[in-house]
T-cell receptor, first 117, second 107 residues
Framework: SQTIHQWPATLVQPVGSPLSLECTVE??????LYWYRQAAGRGLQLLFY??????ISSEVPQNLSASRPQDRQFILSSKKLLLSDSGFYLC????????????????FGPGTRLTVL | GQSLEQPSEVTAVEGAIVQINCTYQ??????LSWYQQHDGGAPTFLSY????GLEETGRFSSFLSRSDSYGYLLLQELQMKDSASYFC????????FGTGTRLQVFP
């Protein structure tokens, strides 16, 4: 069965510090991978998605970046965190095509709760 | 722009039936998904409608009307554990999530 891991579970960082969040998937190959952010009491905002190694699509221009160095590894980074970067960061993998008629059901990791002070 | 509208909060009692509505406005549309998220947890997939009509999965059913750009999630025989946030998500070029409906079930 497929499993998705994220770490760390919680993180408190000062403004201006760097960030690296890691996500790995087990039990599937060539998954579509996604990074979402959820502000407290709000919906999910798609940040990045990737259909393959080295292929990153950015949805929201900001001070975050993403990389996919391996098939089942997806990393979210920042060089300098802002207060507005606080939130619940969720990694997800999808089984279908990221576009088109197929459902592309998304399976979410446990998330990282980031607080920037 | 692209948006999905849901009520922010719904309350009900155990054993009741509740319907959570979702209207969407997207440039393209392939289908409507529903996700459940308990406090502090990750969203989990509930259902997906690509065609008009009702899809039933146990106590949960989901409906889609493409002509009305409208769908709903129907929860029957409510239980305390159903207290959670429910998100509709429209399949356009990518998955676009609504802002969520917080369901509170009371004894």
């Amino acid at each position: 069965s497929q499993t998705i891991h994220q770490w760390p579970a919680t993180l408190v960082q000062p403004v201006g510090s760097p960030l690296s969040l890691e996500c790995t998937v087990e039990g599937t190959s060539n998954p579509n991978l996604y990074w979402y952010r959820q502000a407290a009491g709000r919906g999910l905002q798609l940040l990045f998605y990737s259909v393959g190694i080295g292929q990153i699509s950015s949805e929201v221009p900001q001070n975050l970046s993403a990389s996919r160095p391996q098939d089942r590894q997806f990393i979210l980074s920042s060089k300098k965190l802002l207060l507005s970067d606080s939130g619940f960061y969720l990694c997800a993998w999808g089984s279908g095509s990221p576009s088109g008629a197929h459902t592309d059901t998304q399976y979410f990791g446990p998330g990282t709760r980031l607080t920037v002070l | 722009g692209q948006s999905l509208e849901q009520p922010s909060e719904v309350t009900a009692v155990e054993g009741a039936i509740v319907q959570i509505n979702c209207t969407y406005q997207t440039s393209g549309f392939y289908g409507l998904s529903w996700y459940q998220q308990h406090d502090g947890g990750a969203p989990t997939f509930l259902s997906y409608n690509a065609l008009d009509g009702l899809e039933e999965t146990g106590r949960f059913s989901s409906f889609l009307s493409r002509s009305d750009s409208y769908g709903y999630l129907l929860l029957q025989e409510l239980q305390m554990k159903d207290s959670a946030s429910y998100f509709c998500a429209a399949r356009d070029d990518k998955l676009i999530f609504g802002t969520g409906t917080r369901l509170q079930v009371f004894p």
